[in-house]
């Protein structure tokens, strides 16, 4: 077992660490070695998407094409995925619709799955792009 020593953190700092927690099984140590890339961090499980299917993912007139990366926040929490041969992965589950994708993995702060409009919360970085933007922009 590693020897292991008590800080103080502020709660902004604590706000982050929760943030980037990849799930809810992953402790602040984890999150902090992968964050500061120290030597045997763990890293989170991502889903690799499937290279030689490649299908986009389409609805509402926008269409996310195979391999761009998904984010979200809700309730203090950050959840990530991928579009993967025309779903959304996120949290290792797949799902067919950004709201879908939402109410499946986001939970109150009662522990409780929730209907939510995941169009008002996702944001989407393209393959190429080098900024996040809400999937709700791209539908203007």
């Known amino acids: ?24 099984s992953e402790t602040p140590n984890e999150v902090l070695r992968r964050l500061l890339k120290v030597n045997g961090a763990s890293s989170a499980p991502k889903v690799v998407p499937d290279t030689n ?7 509402k007139g926008v269409t996310l094409p195979h391999g761009t990366d998904l984010r979200m926040e809700y309730n203090g929490r950050r959840y990530t995925g991928t579009i993967d041969n025309g779903e ?14 939402a109410g499946g993995v ?8 929730t209907n939510l409009d995941g169009w008002i919360y996702w944001y989407a970085k393209r393959p190429g792009d080098t900024d996040w933007v809400s999937i709700k922009q791209l539908r203007r």
Request: no cysteine; hydrophobic share 40%.
């Open 53 to 59: 299917a490649g299908r986009p993912w389409a609805g």
């Open 106 to 113: 986001a939970l109150t702060k009662d522990g409780k799955r």
């Open 1 to 24: 077992m590693p020897d292991l020593r008590t800080i103080e953190i502020d709660f902004d700092v604590h706000k982050i660490i929760e943030l980037e927690r990849s799930s809810f």
């Open 88 to 101: 959304w992965v996120v949290e290792g589950e797949r799902f067919k619709s950004p709201s879908a994708a």
